[in-house]
């Protein structure tokens, strides 16, 4: 005799609507879907507010769960519609401004997110929501130090906080507030998408390590270990024997650096190291400052480029060779903002002298083959393996132009020119309001002028690379476009 399957509690029946449904009705609607919004069924609920719109245009609230889903799910625009009606009809709701002004600011769309969010707040001025989220967006829009003022006030209301620390600190970071900001940014292990190494051994504090042995711990991605891997030579000065554990891919890479003793992708056993810190504590721990900060590490290049690699590379012999990358890790939350398409690049490939290579890996790889230009833009990603084979290739060339991404860390540390295109809130490493990096000598900033200002800044890298491509053209054949 087989069991049956456990029995489940049947969702409770839905009225099905019309015109003339009564007001306790549709309100009856209206709970289950948040019912159904709140354990996460998204699709359900969102069919449940339009139903609902469907016979009733001015319920606020359907409106604006509905636009919360859109924009859970990446429609945008979509978003801001709902939000917007929403408002229309309640426009004196402070939760619906500050979710109007959300919406506006995924658009880029300054003025009128920073109007929505501070009349929100002047509503609603003892809600640290709504004090964090006029925060979150007065950074967001350059406007640093009434963010902090901002930030304050909310943790005035919700003291020790752990999201409004999170966020006041990356605030101190971007702008060179090193001394508060490092102490504050160890707060970033109470956020729920970072996951904090079990205590298996005492958190290293800079203590003498003489006799001992410390693991040293990627935390984050790729970038962020090239980024602190220069910190590795100085956790040796302080003795003892160094264990790092980091992907697979660095560690070729990582072998140039000198102090560390063992390389592993998997954690050491508990009990076989003495101590132990995660990569992106050793600024603090080291107390970094802007005019303290360490030269980027001595990496290794592989020693010999790929074949396929190399006859792409000799393709371009007398020309300026220009690797590029339009996309970082597609998992990034933000990645969205600080990336762009391929066809962002390709006007890049008719300037005379100038022959570009993608460097791009990932999902993205395949625009290139969609946008038909893979024989203007040579396609060396496919033909690397890993960070040393990526580093030996930019060896051979003479630029790399790109959005943010390991990428523009790896070449910035082997000493290539890096241009380093950043969208109007950057990573906190790239501080505010500067076009060079105290952290890497050979990278160049080009900022968004404007809140997703891309169309701007490519024109002004179209400038300025045919300027630097000249030589190149009257050198070459290559005939003028």
């Known amino acids: 005799m087989t069991e049956s399957a456990p029995k489940t509690k049947p969702e409770p029946t839905v009225l099905r609507l019309s015109p003339t449904s009564t007001a306790e009705e549709k309100d009856q609607v209206f709970r289950h879907a948040l019912a159904v919004h709140g354990k996460g069924r998204r699709d359900d609920a969102a069919k449940l507010y339009r139903a609902l719109l469907k016979i009733d245009a001015n319920h606020a609230p359907s409106w604006i769960n509905l636009g919360t889903i859109l924009r859970q799910q990446g429609q945008y625009w979509a978003a801001a519609g709902c939000a917007s ?37 002047q509503l609603k001025p003892n809600d640290p ?6 925060a979150i967006a007065l950074r967001e829009f350059e406007r640093y130090e009434d963010a902090l003022r901002e930030f304050d006030a909310a943790l005035a209301l919700k003291p020790g906080d752990a999201s409004l620390l999170w966020d006041r600190a990356i605030t101190d970071l971007h702008l060179g507030h090193y001394e508060d900001g490092w102490d504050a940014f160890e707060i970033r292990w109470q956020q729920k998408q970072m996951r904090r190494r079990p205590q298996v051994a005492p958190e290293w504090r800079g203590e003498d390590l003489s006799g001992k042995t410390i ?47 063992q ?143 390991s990428v523009a860390h790896l070449a910035a540390s082997v000493g290539r020119p890096v241009w380093n295109l950043l969208c109007f809130f950057p990573y906190w490493l790239y501080l505010h309001g500067r076009e060079d990096s105290p952290w890497y000598p050979s990278m160049r900033l080009i900022r968004q002028e404007t809140a997703g200002g ?28």
């Open 85 to 121: 009606r929403a408002v229309a009809l309640d426009p004196d709701n402070a939760g619906y401004l500050t979710n109007w002004g959300n919406c506006l600011g995924d658009l880029d769309q300054m003025d009128g997110a920073l109007a929505a969010h501070a009349k929100a707040a």
């Open 263 to 405: 390389m592993t992708d998997q954690t050491p056993a508990a009990g076989t190291y003495d101590y132990q810190v995660p990569m992106m504590s050793l600024p603090g721990i080291f107390k970094t400052r802007l005019d303290t900060i360490p030269a980027p590490a001595t990496v290794a290049a592989a020693p010999d480029i790929p074949a396929a690699a190399a006859a792409l590379l000799a393709l371009g012999r007398g020309k300026l060779r220009v690797g590029v990358v339009w996309s970082g890790s597609t998992t990034f939350g933000r990645n969205r903002k600080r990336a762009v398409g391929i066809d962002r690049f390709l006007p890049l490939a008719s300037i005379p002298g100038v022959q570009l290579y993608s460097l791009q890996k990932g999902p993205c790889e395949q625009e290139l083959v969609d946008s038909g230009a893979e024989g203007l833009i040579l396609p060396l990603g496919p033909h690397v393996n890993d960070f040393a084979d990526t580093a030996a290739v930019l060896g051979e060339l003479d630029l790399v132009i790109m959005t943010d991404s």
């Open 454 to 481: 891309w169309d701007a800044l490519f024109a002004r890298v179209t400038r300025e690379l045919t300027e630097l491509a000249a030589p190149y053209a009257r050198s070459s054949n290559q005939p003028s476009p």
């Open 215 to 261: 693991l040293v711990y990627e935390e984050q991605g790729f970038g962020d270990s090239i980024l602190c891997s220069r910190y590795l030579p100085m956790v040796k000065e302080r003795g003892g024997r160094i264990v790092v554990e980091c992907k697979a891919p660095l560690h070729r890479l990582f072998s140039g650096i000198q102090g560390i003793d």
């Open 129 to 134: 929501l709504i004090r964090n989220n006029y």
